[in-house]
């Protein structure tokens, strides 16, 4: 079974998304509302904390993570909402 991302992540990723997708049109999926996910820490094992302490992985640093969304320059179609 997949596990499922941390309260936090989804709530970065809907700060960074929902006003975009608002602006074509589309709403937050009603299947991501944060609040369905787990607060990390709580006792159930999510994706989206960085644990590492830095000895480990290749490199032996810890994992990085984007600080802002990647949006690539790519030509598309907007489709009507509906």
């Not at 960074?16 to 509302?33: D, S, T």
């Not at 790519?74 to 509906?82: E, Q």
């Amino acid at each position: 079974q997949a596990l499922p991302p941390c309260r936090s992540l989804c709530e970065r990723a809907r700060q960074g998304c929902e006003a975009l997708m608002n602006k074509f049109g589309f709403q937050w999926p009603e299947r991501l509302r944060c609040e369905n996910f787990p607060v990390h820490g709580a006792g159930e094992i999510c994706v989206g904390q960085n644990t590492s302490d830095g000895s480990g992985g290749p490199g032996g640093g810890p994992t990085a993570y984007p600080t802002a969304p990647y949006l690539p320059d790519l030509p598309f179609t907007a489709l009507p909402p509906g």
